[in-house]
């Protein structure tokens, strides 16, 4: 996959989707969740293969990170994740994810 400097979050959101990351991973309370398909997968059947990092400009709890996923069916797709105190992913689900990176 390619490396990207994004700037922003909707920048790197918007280039992925043109890149064929088209679906939306959520994590819920047992499975990681895709909007669109209504599919939902264990951990173990997707790959993080990037991951880009944002921090708010006023408030470092504004901090996010949109991770580039591949499901073992072939489908793309984004997940984000807030580091606020306030969202509302399964973190330990989302860490339980194996990641392609080096």
Known sequence: MKRYNFDTLSEAVNTLTQEGYK?????????????????????????ILASYRFEGMTNPSDQATVFAIKANDGVLGTLIMSNSTEHNQNVDLIQKIPSSRQ
Do not use: R, V
């Not at 969740?33 to 599919?39: E, G, H, P, V």
């Open 23 to 47: 679906e939306s991973f959520e994590a819920g309370d047992n499975y990681i969740n895709a909007l669109y398909s209504k599919k939902e997968y264990d951990p173990s059947q997707l790959t």
